[in-house]
């Protein structure tokens, strides 16, 4: 038993001993194998590191090559370039040596020629001194012979020659003046031509009433009322004054407010037509008149911008232009009034080129003061400018209503539009009435400017005013001066009267020899 177990280990240790040999020669195999394949990869190694050496060593040599080459084709242009500028600098040095000797010439030239001034300067004091005694002596001559002294003979020929300038100056400027006349005539004479052939209106104003006819006589007895009470309640409800007048079944009605003034005449028309008459009667009637007068002045206004197409009009604009449907200057109705300038106006802007819905806009705006100058105290163009400013209209159209009677600066163009539309608009054959009164008076005034000139024989105002006629003494004024007195006293009506449309001034010069055979 003993002997198997001994025979079994050495079996085994032998069994362990062969695996442990077949494991070394395994690895031994494979280290060797290891040591080939490390050889073999030094070798690679060292291969590709000698042929990058000599790619390096090649690649080397050909860049210091190539820096050689540019070296020397540097070091050549520079040598090249040097010779160039050794050359010019060659030149430069040839040119300054001429010049130095050119400059050597000029200068003994200059020194010949100084000597010559100075030797002519010499001469020049020595004539100077010659002729300075010659002309005292001439002078002392002159001076003897005339009996007048240089000073007076300086004055005289001042004077001879003012008064020739003067009649030179004045024909020129009387050329000028005419030159520039005719131009801008006819060049006005052409606009205007051109915005009234597209325009038309009623050649006479219609005429606006304040009396009441009524069907008989008794009827004013029964407007007076008892003891009164009647015209007194009709006085107090509208603010007017009727008057009863000696004219047969007429009354009269006499106020400054024109919406007032309509309300009375609508209402007294309405009473005597109903045939009731008593102070609550005429309360109610005036109320209702007042109400139906409003919507009037609404209805007017309203047509008045719907006829222009006016967008975005404040209505109290509206309102003060359906007023002015009631108010008349000089007999013309202001709203148709300011209808005919807002369409000449709009018609001028565009012949010349500019806005014309501004112009239409200040046109139709101008007089709209008017409706307020019962109520407000100032001239009506700053009335109704102040009314446009705050009621948010364009500046342009504020100045040109605030300027349409020149009490305001002109700021844009539509500013003398305006003033001339206003101008054409109430100058228009048949378009105002002038109280007899009024027209004798600018007659007078006219006639009164025109003999206060110096000069003047005679003075008449002809065709109802449009032409002042002066006749000036011949042998006081010459036709230059006459010329002048024209201007001057154009400038003066202009300052003293106002008038609509333009004012002739005709200054006539002439001299008549009379002799009689005998």
């Given at each position: 038993m003993f002997v198997w177990i001994i025979g079994a280990v050495s079996l085994l240790i032998i069994a362990i001993g062969l695996v442990i040999l077949r494991a070394a020669n395994a690895k031994f195999a494979k280290?060797?194998?290891?040591?080939?394949?490390?050889?073999?990869?030094?070798?690679?190694?060292?291969?590709?590191?000698?042929?990058?050496?000599?790619?390096?060593?090649?690649?080397?040599?050909?860049?210091?090559?190539?820096?050689?080459n540019e070296f020397e084709l540097e070091i050549k242009r520079d040598k090249i370039t040097?010779?160039?500028?050794?050359?010019?600098?060659?030149?430069?040095?040839?040119?300054?040596?001429?010049?130095?000797?050119?400059?050597?010439?000029?200068k003994r030239e200059l020194q010949q020629k100084e000597r010559a001034v100075s030797r002519n300067e010499d001469m020049l004091r020595l004539n100077e001194t010659k002729l300075k005694n010659l002309?005292?002596?001439?002078?002392?001559?002159?001076?003897?012979?005339?009996?007048?002294?240089?000073?007076?003979?300086?004055?005289?020929?001042?004077?001879?020659?003012?008064?020739?300038?003067?009649?030179?100056?004045?024909?020129?400027?009387?050329?000028?003046?005419e030159e520039a006349r005719q131009t801008a005539k006819q060049k006005s004479i052409d606009i205007v031509i051109g915005a009234m052939q597209r325009f038309s209106v009623d050649q006479v104003?219609?005429?606006?009433?304040?009396t009441v006819q009524l069907p008989n006589e008794d009827m004013k007895g029964r407007i007076i009322g008892k003891e009164g009470r009647n015209i007194k309640s009709l006085e107090m409800a509208t603010g007017m004054e009727f008057v009863i007048g000696e004219?047969?079944?007429?009354?009269?009605?006499?106020?400054?407010?024109?919406?007032?003034?309509?309300?009375?005449?609508?209402?007294?028309?309405?009473?005597?037509?109903?045939?009731?008459i008593n102070p609550t009667k005429i309360e109610e009637t005036v109320a209702k008149c007042e109400q139906e007068v409003d919507e009037i002045i609404e209805e007017k206004g309203r047509e008045a911008v719907l006829e222009f197409n006016l967008q975005g009009v404040h209505m109290d604009i509206i309102k003060l232009l359906g007023k002015l449907h009631f108010r008349t200057s000089f007999s013309q109705n202001v709203l148709a009034h300011s209808k005919e300038v807002a369409f000449i106006a709009r018609m001028l802007a565009e012949e010349l080129g500019l806005d014309g819905k501004i112009a239409l806009r200040a046109g139709l705006f101008h007089d709209i003061g008017k409706a307020l100058s019962e109520e407000i105290e100032g001239p009506h163009a700053s009335i109704g400018a102040d009314v446009l400013r705050r009621c948010g209209e364009d500046a342009r159209v504020v100045n040109a209503?605030?300027?349409?009677?020149?009490?305001?600066?002109?700021?844009?163009?539509?500013?003398?539009i305006v003033l001339i539309a206003d101008a054409i608009s109430a100058s228009r054959p048949g378009a105002r009435r002038e109280t007899l009164s009024a027209y004798l008076k600018r007659l007078?005034?006219?006639?009164?400017?025109?003999?206060?000139?110096?000069?003047?024989?005679?003075?008449?105002?002809?065709?109802?005013?449009?032409?002042?006629?002066?006749?000036?003494?011949?042998?006081?004024?010459?036709?230059?001066?006459?010329?002048?007195?024209?201007?001057?006293?154009?400038?003066?009506?202009?300052?003293?009267?106002?008038?609509?449309?333009?004012?002739?001034?005709?200054?006539?010069?002439?001299?008549?020899?009379?002799?009689?055979?005998?």
């Open positions: 280290a060797s194998e290891l040591m080939s394949d490390a050889k073999n990869r030094w070798k690679n190694v060292k291969q590709e590191i000698e042929t990058e050496r000599r790619e390096a060593l090649l690649k080397l040599k050909d860049e210091i090559y190539k820096k050689r040097l010779e160039r500028l050794q050359n010019k600098l060659n030149d430069k040095s040839e040119s300054l040596e001429k010049k130095e000797q050119q400059l050597d010439d000029l002309y005292d002596e001439l002078i002392n001559k002159l001076e003897r012979s005339s009996n007048m002294t240089q000073e007076e003979a300086k004055q005289a020929l001042f004077d001879t020659l003012k008064a020739e300038v003067q009649l030179a100056s004045q024909k020129w400027v009387q050329k000028v003046e104003a219609p005429h606006a009433s304040n004219i047969p079944e007429i009354i009269t009605i006499s106020g400054f407010n024109p919406v007032r003034r309509e309300v009375a005449k609508r209402a007294l028309e309405v009473l005597v037509a109903d045939g009731r209503v605030a300027a349409h009677h020149e009490e305001s600066e002109f700021k844009s163009e539509y500013a003398p007078e005034k006219l006639e009164e400017i025109a003999n206060s000139f110096e000069g003047v024989k005679k003075a008449y105002a002809l065709q109802a005013g449009r032409e002042i006629r002066v006749i000036v003494q011949e042998d006081f004024l010459t036709d230059e001066k006459s010329a002048e007195l024209a201007r001057n006293l154009a400038q003066a009506i202009e300052a003293n009267i106002n008038f609509p449309g333009q004012i002739k001034v005709n200054v006539i010069r002439e001299k008549r020899a009379i002799e009689y055979a005998r």
